[in-house]
């Protein structure tokens, strides 16, 4: 290609299925200033382009190049690239197979680089000084790496660094307090490394900024006053570390603030008033603190508000019936010490919004933190403990077997307070199973209709789930089909027909949202001790939201009752 096409200026190749190696060939087309082959299958070592002195772009995103015969080797083509001078965007991001370490070298690409991206590529070692030589530098991208050592002093230098992002690394230390010369940064994301100490209050000057993340480090200390004075702020994330003392109330100026996430941390006092200031915050969560007193009443002013957690905490009062004013979609106030009742009028009384409650396997200590999964689940269903389940089956024994289907099986359960339940346990090893649980469950939390299976509870955790059903005496409508010691006469067949053709109008007519059940059989239609047909199973349903699909799996319904399409 090089030879035969000496001339060319510009070779555009991307987002296409191209394999095989980048032909070396390629560099005698001297004349190149862009070469893009994103998102192809290729595959061997980066070409030397050393002989592309006018080079300006280099995109090679999203391919399965490598970089480096062993990973302690450093990554030459980089070094190569100090040739082309007029080098302004270098990007060879989601190269997973890439290896290697950053060479010092770095430090002599092109004065007037502007982007270095290279994320999910491997590269491990430290990220050398010399970076800071790259003074027009605008997008520093080393994300999902092997990094290691401390966050080089040398980012100061990068005055017109906008986005910095170095979070998925095993970056050590603390974060340098020469960031804070970077007076144009928009993104600072240092998340998901091993960072300690606290944060520097001087990032608090930087007016710029729009969206840090410095979540799952080890920081500690409080928060800086003036960190909530940014008046750009748009997301701020400082999740599972350590930080203590109380939440600044200085909120008054994050006007713009949409996502905040204080979550899993030390936060001791009161949630500050002020935080009804924050017009367009979206997404509120302070959950796993140690937080106290009451749901501020201030909430009610934040009209765009949709996700809200503040469980586990040792909050108290009630829960606030301004509430009602918001259109919450999630709403978790589980493992606090709230009391009274739920309010009853907007959202919460259309069951539009849910309250995500916790479970624990066994009793935890009363400071154990809150870190297992949770599901959507209605204000009156039981929340049950795997321990519970276990000993109302008998150990989940053949005796109490109800059924099996693709997800799990199905027991019968003596409840602790004298309940008979169906209790559906589902197999997490089945691929699948986890998306079927987290669909059913959406679907239980909002539907009431006398011809559709009732949900009594849930248990859930990370190695557990299981969904508590109304125990239906007469099983299924399959045993009564295909049995000749049961017998259905003609109108009890009818009116079976008619409960399941109910159920179906309601899901697919008269719910909130259509659902579209996907696996209509007699097995899923299930008997009650009068004979009244409930349909269940909603494990590979879809739901749809103005005709547009939101949620479903891939499974499709069982042969033999499938539509004919499928």
């Known amino acids: 290609m090089g030879i035969s096409l000496a001339n060319l200026e510009e070779l555009y190749l991307f987002f296409n299925r191209l394999?095989?190696?980048?032909?070396?060939?390629?560099?005698?087309?001297?004349?190149?200033?862009?070469i893009e082959l994103n998102r192809n299958s290729f595959t061997g070592p980066i070409p030397d382009f050393r002989n592309l002195r006018q080079l300006q772009v280099l995109r090679l995103w999203e391919n399965n190049l490598t970089g480096a015969d062993s990973p302690n080797q450093e990554l030459e083509f980089l070094s190569s690239l100090t040739n082309c001078q007029n080098l302004l965007h270098l990007e060879i991001t989601n190269n997973p197979m890439m290896n290697g370490i950053l060479p010092a070298s770095i430090g002599n690409l092109s004065a007037s680089l502007v982007t270095f991206s290279a994320s999910n590529c491997s590269?491990?070692?430290?990220?050398?000084?010399?970076?800071?030589?790259?003074?027009?530098l605008e997008v520093l991208d080393l994300s999902k790496n092997q990094l290691t050592g401390f966050i080089p002093t040398t980012v100061g230098k990068l005055n017109q660094l906008g986005k910095l992002h170095l979070y998925d690394n095993q970056l050590q230390g603390y974060i340098t307090h020469s960031l804070c010369q970077n007076t144009s940064l928009l993104e600072?994301?240092?998340?998901?490394?091993m960072l300690i100490g606290s944060i520097p209050e001087c990032l608090g000057d930087i007016k710029s900024l729009q969206k840090v993340s410095f979540a799952s480090n080890k920081l500690n200390s409080t928060l800086p006053f003036n960190f909530l004075n940014l008046p750009k702020l748009i997301n701020l994330n400082l999740s599972s570390n350590s930080l203590s003392g109380q939440i600044p109330d200085q909120f008054t100026s994050l006007t713009?603030?949409?996502?905040?996430?204080l979550s899993s941390n030390k936060f001791i006092g009161n949630i500050p008033n002020t935080i009804g200031s924050c017009q367009s915050l979206q997404v509120l969560f302070l959950s796993n603190n140690m937080l106290n007193g009451s749901i501020p009443d201030s909430l009610e002013k934040v009209k765009g508000l949709t996700n809200l957690s503040l469980s586990c905490n040792n909050l108290s009062g009630s829960i606030p019936a301004s509430l009602e004013k918001l259109k919450l979609q999630y709403f978790n106030v589980s493992r606090n010490n709230l009391q009274g009742k739920i309010p009853e009028g907007g959202c919460f009384a259309n069951y539009l919004l849910t309250l995500l409650l916790k479970t624990l396997i066994y009793a935890a200590p009363e400071d154990s933190k809150c870190h297992l999964v949770g599901v959507e689940v209605g204000a009156s269903w039981k929340i049950v403990s795997e321990r519970e389940l276990i000993q109302g089956t008998s150990s989940f024994s053949e005796m109490n077997l109800l059924g099996k289907g693709s997800f799990g099986s199905v027991f019968k359960a003596e409840l602790s307070d004298d309940t008979t339940a169906a209790v559906k346990v589902f197999n997490l090893e089945l691929e699948g199973a986890l998306k079927s649980f987290d669909t059913e469950s959406r679907i239980l939390v909002s539907i009431r209709h006398r011809n559709l299976i009732k949900i009594l509870g849930c248990c859930s955790n990370e190695q557990f789930k299981a969904l508590i059903l109304a125990y239906m005496p007469n099983e299924s409508l399959e045993k009564w089909m295909h049995s000749d010691v049961?017998?259905?006469d003609l109108v009890k067949r009818l009116n079976i027909a008619i409960d399941v053709a109910l159920a179906l109008e309601y899901l697919h007519h008269n719910h909130t949202f259509t659902v579209v059940h996907c696996d209509i059989k007699p097995n899923n239609v299930l008997l009650d001790e009068d004979m009244t047909a409930h349909v269940g199973d909603f494990g590979i349903s879809k739901l749809s939201e103005d005709r547009e699909a939101v949620i479903h799996t891939i499974t499709m319904a069982t042969i033999g009752y499938a539509a004919p399409v499928y």
């Open 123 to 136: 590269i491990r070692g430290i990220i050398p000084l010399e970076i800071g030589n790259l003074a027009s």
């Open 188 to 193: 600072l994301y240092l998340d998901s490394n």
């Open 256 to 261: 713009t603030l949409n996502y905040l996430d």
């Open 486 to 488: 049961y017998v259905l």
């Open 19 to 34: 394999t095989g190696e980048i032909p070396a060939s390629i560099t005698n087309a001297s004349q190149l200033t862009v």
